[in-house]
């Protein structure tokens, strides 16, 4: 296998080639296999960028590996005037959408739903076939991964009483996270959290699990 742990400044020659879409090159973890079809373990640095077409990592054993975005099915948008443009990257921006962003155009993951929404702003939304390497925001990589990941995540609850759930906790919640989520909840059972706290107007009282009947 050729495990690679660094990213290099880019160079004039390399040995192998990774052809990776934009969710493979935003992983720091990743196992794949070069344009040759050799098995490649990837163990980058967390919390950096994702990785961009043409960038040169370096593997264990010293040899160099070019990153290439794949293409991939995109929605190319354009609109009649830059006011239009604004407001359709307003609204994609508003679902933390990951958008790349050209000269009078804007560039998402195709999408049904946001090209109908699009559409009803008055932009034209066009399926492309093209590598795909957007914005990665004024915060870094954070922002990516905090929107990728929001389709699998729970709300956290803003109460600090950890004896209290908000209804709007008990959404989605991404596979093993759930337990984790209820051992937040029991932390501090009882009225308040240990801290001098009592549950917020709003909030229902969670049942300590020692305490909740056994089904028969």
């Given at each position: 296998?050729?495990?690679?742990?660094?990213?290099?400044?880019?160079?004039?020659?390399?040995?192998?080639?990774?052809?990776?879409?934009?969710?493979?090159?935003?992983?720091?973890?990743?196992?794949?296999?070069?344009?040759?079809?050799?098995?490649?373990?990837?163990?980058?640095?967390?919390?950096?960028?994702?990785l961009?077409?043409g960038e040169c990592?370096?593997?264990?054993?010293?040899?160099?590996?070019?990153?290439?975005?794949?293409?991939?099915?995109?929605?190319?948008?354009?609109?009649?005037s830059?006011?239009?443009?604004?407001?359709?990257?307003?609204?994609?921006?508003?679902?933390?959408?990951?958008?790349?962003?050209g000269?009078?155009?804007l560039?998402?993951?195709?999408?049904?739903?946001?090209?109908?929404?699009?559409?009803?702003?008055g932009?034209?939304a066009?399926?492309?076939?093209?590598?795909?390497?957007p914005?990665h925001?004024?915060?870094?990589?954070?922002i990516?991964?905090r929107?990728?990941?929001m389709k699998?995540s729970t709300?956290?609850?803003?109460?600090i009483n950890?004896?209290c759930?908000?209804?709007?906790?008990?959404?989605?919640?991404?596979?093993?996270?759930?337990?984790?989520?209820?051992?937040?909840?029991?932390?501090?059972p009882?009225?308040?959290?240990?801290?001098?706290?009592?549950?917020r107007?709003?909030?229902?009282?969670?049942t300590?699990?020692?305490?909740?009947?056994?089904?028969?």
């Amino acid at each position: 296998m050729l495990v690679i742990h660094r990213r290099i400044a880019p160079q004039a020659q390399w040995a192998a080639e990774l052809l990776l879409n934009f969710e493979a090159r935003s992983k720091s973890r990743l196992r794949c296999f070069s344009a040759d079809g050799e098995d490649v373990g990837l163990f980058l640095e967390r919390g950096q960028p994702p990785l961009h077409d043409g960038e040169c990592l370096q593997a264990e054993d010293g040899r160099v590996v070019r990153v290439c975005a794949r293409p991939e099915q995109l929605l190319h948008v354009t609109c009649s005037s830059a006011f239009e443009l604004t407001r359709a990257a307003y609204h994609l921006g508003n679902r933390h959408v990951a958008l790349q962003v050209g000269d009078g155009w804007l560039r998402l993951l195709d999408d049904y739903v946001l090209k109908a929404m699009l559409e009803q702003l008055g932009a034209k939304a066009e399926t492309i076939e093209a590598p795909f390497q957007p914005e990665h925001g004024a915060y870094g990589a954070a922002i990516i991964i905090r929107a990728m990941a929001m389709k699998t995540s729970t709300t956290r609850p803003s109460c600090i009483n950890s004896a209290c759930v908000h209804e709007s906790s008990l959404g989605i919640v991404a596979p093993g996270q759930s337990a984790i989520a209820d051992w937040r909840l029991q932390l501090f059972p009882g009225p308040g959290n240990g801290r001098g706290q009592r549950p917020r107007a709003g909030c229902r009282q969670r049942t300590p699990l020692d305490q909740r009947p056994v089904a028969a």
